[in-house]
């Protein structure tokens, strides 16, 4: 699930990001790629096909599709700072 504190490295600076596969729960990005496919000026995949934040939502369109992905997340590995979970 989102782990705050072990963010993708590659997560462009904002509230959204990407959770590292090696987070200390394993619970990070598993590389599905739907994030990527499905909103790709906003997610995008390291090397090893992990995802990444390369952009940060701004308009309210943006921030809808950004929060469908994390609602897709297989793993819920996609968070944002400035937004509870509940
Ligand atoms: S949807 Fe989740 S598991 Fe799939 S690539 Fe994006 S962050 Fe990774």
Redesign the pocket.
Known sequence: MANSNAKHKLNISGTWY??DPDDENGEG????????ANADDF?A?DDN???YIKRQPITANEIELCEE?KE????S??GNDGQSDT
């Open positions: 990407c959770t990005c598993v590389g599905c790629s739907v994030c990527s997610f995949e096909g992990n995802a992905q897709a997340c297989i793993v590995a996609i």
